[in-house]
């Protein structure tokens, strides 16, 4: 069966500091990874999408990256957090092949800048 | 464009009483339709999904929704609720392949209460 995991659980960082937010997948390849991010009292925004390794979209321009070094592996990181990039993330994947495919999520990680 | 819309923000019942949660879409085809669940600081949970098979959908714990395609609705319910559905609720529908993937669109939320 597929698991997906990410980690830190949680966080709490200084304005002004970098972020690396690690998320994979077992059990699956080729995998679609996704990072959301859902802000208090907010819906869920999608932030990057990614069909294969180095393949990266972004839906937002914001001050976040993202990079998938391997396979299963997806990461989100910024060089200089905000105030604004305070929330809960959450990784998700689908299987590669098109269509109606639900998306399953990992636990999450709430980030906090101060 | 696909859209999702939930009709209540909150929901409050009484443990051992029907739930209904109610969702809207807006959809130029058929469309898929899913039913996730998010308890505190918790990642989402599938609950049910349809993709144009059963109109009737049976999901995990008692949950179950019903497509109707005239009404353009896809309501969550289950008969008796237990204080462990407490959580909030998204009803998401699929856009389809976009770009190389299925992008979801997800309602507002809906936030269940569950009083002994």
């Known amino acids: 069966s597929q698991t997906i995991h990410q980690w830190p659980a949680t966080l709490v960082q200084p304005v002004g500091s970098p972020l690396s937010l690690e998320c994979t997948v077992e059990?699956?390849?080729?995998?679609?990874l996704y990072w959301y991010r859902q802000a208090a009292g907010r819906g869920l925004q999608l932030l990057f999408y990614?069909?294969?390794?180095?393949?990266i979209s972004s839906e937002v321009p914001q001050n976040l990256s993202a990079s998938r070094p391997q396979d299963r592996q997806f990461i989100l990181s910024s060089k200089k957090l905000l105030l604004s990039d305070s929330g809960f993330y959450l990784c998700?994947?689908?299987?590669?092949?098109?269509?109606?495919?639900?998306?399953?999520f990992g636990p999450g990680t709430r980030l906090t800048v101060l | 464009a696909q859209s999702v819309t939930q009709l209540d923000s909150h929901v409050s019942v009484s443990e051992g009483t029907p739930v209904l949660l109610r969702c809207n879409y807006s959809?130029?085809?058929?469309?898929?339709l899913f039913w996730y669940v998010q308890h505190p600081n918790k990642g989402l949970q599938l609950l049910l999904k349809?993709?144009?098979?059963?109109?009737l959908v049976k999901g995990i714990n008692g949950f179950e929704a019903e497509f109707k395609k005239s009404e353009t609705s896809f309501h969550l319910t289950k008969p008796s609720a237990h204080m462990s559905d407490a959580a909030e609720y998204f009803c998401?529908?699929?856009?389809?392949?976009?770009?190389?993937?299925?992008?979801?669109?997800f309602g507002a939320g809906t936030r269940l209460a569950v009083h002994p």
């Open positions: 998700a994947w689908s299987p590669l092949a098109g269509g109606y495919n639900e998306q399953f």
């Open positions: 059990g699956t390849s080729n995998p679609n």
């Open positions: 990614s069909v294969g390794i180095g393949q």
């Open positions: 959809s130029s085809y058929s469309p898929s």
């Open positions: 349809y993709t144009s098979a059963a109109t």
């Open positions: 998401v529908v699929s856009d389809g392949l976009s770009g190389g993937y299925n992008k979801l669109i």
